[in-house]
């Protein structure tokens, strides 16, 4: 299998641009300030693993024309001058007491004097990455400027996804389902989990993927209790209900999918909560067309567990955005009346509760084209797997 | 080699707790809000990866006396019911119009009557991660609650390693030192680098990592000029310097080093470059000792290094803090008068520029004993590699 092209055409990027200042003119917003991984990729194409280090801050700022502009640590400098990118400012991080806070200064002054507004993101699934203290020093500093949540503006753009996009996804997607057909050959009754997990992940990279950073899941005699674990040095055995959830990444973008098997044997109720959590998953898929809404997606998953459900909903929702992050906006919840449109790439993940604590979920992932919903990842099978 | 246990004992979290109490008494705080993750792990144990998921917030309080006090999603409450903790406040998350903002306001509205003091972190290499608009939101329903920045206090207690820690420190960068010592048995010219990458991380889970979540490198003719990159694919050529630097982790600890390799045969510029930061690294090594502070480690390595550089220092410092965190407090800097300590773990990571924007960086990691720093990695050899 022929992998996509890395990174994205320079048009990739001004045509996001282009789309964020038309919606920022619209919302009367002079600028965008950000300061996560994803939106300053999103806007620059600047991809490092650097981010796992807390210790420096980034910026990027959209202005209301023309291209971004970088306000980055200088040992970004080289990578950041790879990019579109032409107006790149850096300082030498880490300087505790003026980590890029001068330079936002510089930059912010003009519109401060001017008393306009510019965007932040402020709301759901967002945090701002830079200290708060510099945060507050910063605005302390720029009196008049007017800060808006523009969360909404940013979250518009990153759910619908180009095809470029959705070539990476529906590439890691197809590596995650070949990582998944493979764990019948390498789980086994008396292999501690941990192990298990370190061989998924090798087979993943084996795969292609470029990393497997997110991995959970549980086994347990009759059903996993618990989705979210690292893993226990307990060994597999024979009437374990095992659950894999795994965001493996290619390039920058994620699969997120999860694949439920018995070892040795499957009790009935288990069996019974695969079958409908399948088919639930069946209703999510024809539900997903363009014009429903996520609540939509919810209700017509949340019919079919209706059948069986205990677990009184802790999970939240049953599935979300899926692309640069693990997960992204929307939610299949009744909460979130969100419209599906064509393009965007979705997990469906429904769950249920079926007695003494047990719980399971299913998970696939899809992405909405006009005539409906095309799935990326290879379907689970409809009765749960035996190892 | 036998691994060490998962997890810590419970006296561990109880330590820590009530040295963190201790100081917030010293410092006038009657609780500490945490948000992040290794923060909510050091008072807990609560350990997952699903805070890659940027959708919920999650929260710990250490009130004044007794155990800290959990406010999380409940898709974690039963992870979060097997560590030490108590008292746990769940909410079906995610509820973008109340997610969390009023358990935590139902918590701190005794503290706000009062007008008392939490902390919170909001100084160097920390943020807030909850959303911003919801933080605000929460002060504002606590009027007369005072934050303090307590970014002070948690880093006295965090850069000072328990027995325990640097058990599972010492692992994986043992873990890490046989990985790196099986580069050149799977490195070699032609091999694009995004396969090497791929190599190096399944050696890491072979050798016992959990994961190999951080990975950068370089590799170009004569020297590279980039140290945050993603894996090109470029073949390495002979003439290339390669470098890899690596995060590998085992029980949510971290190991950070990296190495240096010449494809074929290494010009003499690269090989200069290479003695001058090994023996920066020795100066470093034999200049950690309790007493010291990071800024006699800066200028003991900037002694040698000061030798040949062009670079102007835009690296920003020559090592820092290891643990939970890739990086952490302190930093080899001239600005970091931070005097180290018995059971600080610390990277040594100098580097320098050598002609045509080309760099080279060098890291080893070491736990500071009474008598001096003990190394963890296996050392660099002493001359460029030539593999």
Partial sequence: MTAPD??????EFASRTARAQERMAEAGLVGLLLTTEPEVRYF????????????????????????????????????????????????????????????????????????????????HE????????????????????????????????????????IEKIAHICAIGSRTFARVPHFANAGQPLENLFRAFRREGLAQGADDVPYLVGG?????????ISPPSRRPLATGDILMLDSGANWDGY????????????????????YDILWRATEAGIAAARPGATCRDLFLAMQGVIAEKDDQGGDVG?????????????????????????????LTLEPSLGYGDGRIMVHEEDIVVRAGGARLLTERAAPELPII
């Fill in 6 to 11: 890395r990174g994205f055409r320079e048009e």
């Fill in 44 to 123: 620059s194409g600047f991809h490092t693993l650097f981010w796992q280090s807390p210790t420096r801050p980034w910026f990027l700022f959209v202005p209301a024309t023309g291209k971004p502009i970088a306000i980055v640590p200088g040992i970004g400098a080289d990578l950041m001058r790879r990019t579109w990118i032409d107006d790149i400012r850096t300082w030498d991080a880490p300087v505790p007491e003026d980590d890029g806070v001068s330079l936002l200064t510089d930059l912010l002054t003009p519109y401060a004097q001017r008393g306009e507004t510019i965007g932040l993101m402020k709301g």
């Fill in 126 to 165: 967002t945090h701002l990455r830079m200290p708060l203290a510099d945060y507050e020093r910063l605005l302390a500093g720029l009196g008049a400027l007017q800060i808006a949540d523009a969360t909404g503006l940013v979250r518009s753009l990153r759910m619908v996804k180009s095809e470029a996009e």
């Fill in 219 to 227: 086994a347990d005699t009759g059903g996993y209790r618990d989705v």
């Fill in 254 to 273: 994620f699969c997120d999918f999860d694949r439920n098997y018995a070892i040795g044997s499957a009790d009935d109720a288990s069996r019974w909560a």
């Fill in 317 to 345: 929702r049953f599935g979300h955005g899926l692309g640069m992050q693990l997960t992204e906006w929307p939610s299949h919840a009744a909460w979130d009346t969100t419209e599906i449109t064509e393009n965007m790439v």
